[in-house]
């Protein structure tokens, strides 16, 4: 079966430096879709960031980059000059080719404080 | 566009009561996804839809759970004889034709079981 691990519950990282998220993931596909969002305390969930398992680039969006490792199953975001407005739970995400289902599989969340 | 909107934003009841749950999704989109999350977990998927047709339901949807969306359009998630574990927040999600891998969010339904 398809997980996706946090494993880290909360961080905290100071306005304007970088943090880094980290995602683990398990599964047998060889082609599928990773995804961030972020979830702010008004409890919207919002896209960060894509990434399709079979583009070897990472997928940028600005200040959101990713790092992704096909073989180690990894996933990590990065966050560049963070903002208080980054100040989240931010859900990594896995969703398998629409061939065999199209359910995306959350990880438990990891909670990012922004210190000003 | 307005994007997802969902009704009521919270909902309290009591043991035993019926509570049902509206969610409009993004005009012309053809997949909608209802998620339930509990507090200090992500998102657990619960059923979707691909225009009006029910293509898939989670174990976690008992038989007290259903979920229609007899036009294609809004949908509807009802919860019979409602128990305290029911207590979450209900999302509803909506992806287009094209990218349907890509998933908008509503704000959900925040429901307590007293």
């Known amino acids: 079966a398809q997980t996706v691990t946090q494993s880290q519950p909360e961080m905290s990282v100071q306005e304007a430096e970088t943090v880094t998220l980290s995602c683990t993931y398990d599964?047998?596909?060889?082609?599928?879709?990773l995804f961030w969002y972020k979830q702010p305390p008004s409890r919207q969930m919002i896209l960060v960031i894509r990434q399709e398992a079979y583009k070897q680039q990472n997928a940028t969006e600005n200040r959101f980059s990713v790092n992704f490792q096909k073989a180690a199953k990894s996933f990590s975001l990065k966050i560049s000059d963070s903002q208080l407005g980054d100040a989240a739970m931010y859900f990594c995400a896995y969703n398998p080719p629409w061939a065999v289902n199209d359910k995306i599989i959350f990880g438990k969340g990891t909670r990012l404080h922004i210190l000003p | 566009d307005t994007g997802v909107s969902q009704d009521p934003r919270h909902k309290i009841t009591k043991r035993g009561q019926n509570v049902t749950f509206r969610c409009d999704p993004i005009s012309e989109h053809n997949r909608l996804y209802w998620y339930r999350q509990t507090l200090g977990q992500g998102p657990e998927f619960l059923t979707y839809?691909?225009?009006?047709?029910?293509?898939?339901k989670s174990r976690l949807l008992s038989d007290r759970f259903s979920a229609e969306r007899p036009k294609g359009s809004f949908s509807t998630l009802e919860i019979q004889r409602t128990e305290q574990g029911d207590s979450a927040m209900y999302l509803c999600?909506?992806?287009?034709?094209?990218?349907?891998?890509?998933?908008?969010f509503g704000p959900g339904t925040r429901l307590t079981v007293l």
């Open positions: 999600a909506s992806s287009p034709w094209v990218r349907e891998d890509e998933q908008f």
């Open positions: 599964t047998s596909e060889s082609d599928y879709y």
């Open positions: 839809f691909q225009n009006e047709a029910q293509l898939e």
